[in-house]
């Protein structure tokens, strides 16, 4: 398990690489080199980049360096830990199949495409300020390793927004100190997102086996809060639901259609002796003309 970090500047030909970082898991530093571009640099973006002219004289490390570097310590089973590594990886003209981002660890509250900055991570979780004035990618690579860290120690629901609204069930209990030990039993992903350290968590593959585990654990009596769900159960209940949404919806369709039928109807029928009269006016005029082309036939 490995950190990596990038640092770009601005070259005739876009973005490029100018230095690379990599940490493992303790924060030592694996490698840390300057890299020169391989097009004229147009910026340095010394603003995000730490990156100097003066810093890049006499470095003679190229990309290829740089890669063949990378491989040396990260392998095809190597766990790449980064925050947002896919510029990073980018920016190394390079691919790794097993990557730990940060941004993906902790998403952004209102979601894709918004992502949290890591300087605002290593604030809120780590509580440690960074990147106050230039980047620097080894305090970049080894924060995100702490991050990665902290999550794996946490739990994978630890550090999102379901988790930071409202405090657990099981903790609240526990703070009133009555009989407040409490027993989770139901599917994994459910004790994934509730279980807490003052919660036991008995996985149940069924609602006859999450029923049974349940009653079991009642009649110890070694719990003041048991708590379960049945999940085909749920299920059922949902999809008879939506069948009588449907059902009502076209019932309503259906007496709309009504509605709008009989109103037609209304309407012929009002405008039925408008149009005899109208008929029977179209008729009195071509008789009138008739008459009048025989007369003067006559």
């Not at 690379?20 to 890299?35: H, M, P």
Request: charged share 20%.
């Amino acid at each position: 398990m490995a950190a990596l970090d990038c640092e770009m500047c601005i070259t005739t030909a876009g973005f490029e690489l100018t230095r690379a970082t990599l940490v493992d898991a303790n924060g030592a530093v694996l490698f840390d080199e300057l890299v020169v571009p391989d097009n004229p640099i147009t910026d340095h973006n010394t603003r995000y980049s730490g990156i100097t002219a003066a810093m890049l004289e006499g470095v003679e490390t190229r990309l290829a360096n740089v890669q063949r570097l990378l491989m040396q310590h990260v392998g095809p089973d190597t766990l790449l830990v980064g925050h947002a590594l896919d510029n990073d990886l980018s920016a190394l003209k390079l691919c790794h199949s097993k990557v730990i981002d940060t941004v993906a660890l902790f998403p952004h509250p209102r979601g894709p495409p918004y992502k949290s900055s890591l300087k605002f991570l290593a604030s809120k979780y780590l509580k440690r300020n960074i990147q106050e004035g230039e980047h620097d990618s080894i305090v970049d690579a080894r924060t995100a390793m702490d991050l990665a860290l902290l999550k794996i120690t946490k739990g994978p629901s630890w550090g999102t927004a379901e988790t930071q609204s409202t405090d657990k069930l099981p903790d609240v209990l526990a703070e009133t100190g009555r009989r407040a030990a409490s027993c989770l039993v139901d599917r994994q992903e459910t004790l994934k997102r509730h279980a807490t350290g003052h919660a036991s968590a008995v996985l149940a593959a069924s609602d006859a086996q999450a029923a049974e585990v349940a009653a079991r654990q009642v009649a110890a009596g070694n719990y003041g809060f048991v708590w379960t769900q049945l999940h085909d159960l749920s299920a059922f209940y949902m999809a008879r639901l939506r069948s009588c949404r449907q059902l009502l919806t076209a019932q309503l369709r259906v007496k709309q259609r009504q509605q709008q039928m009989e109103q037609h109807e209304q309407q012929q029928q009002q405008q039925q002796p408008q149009k005899q009269q109208q008929q029977q006016q179209d008729d009195d005029a071509d008789q009138a003309a008739a008459e009048v082309s025989v007369e003067q036939a006559e």
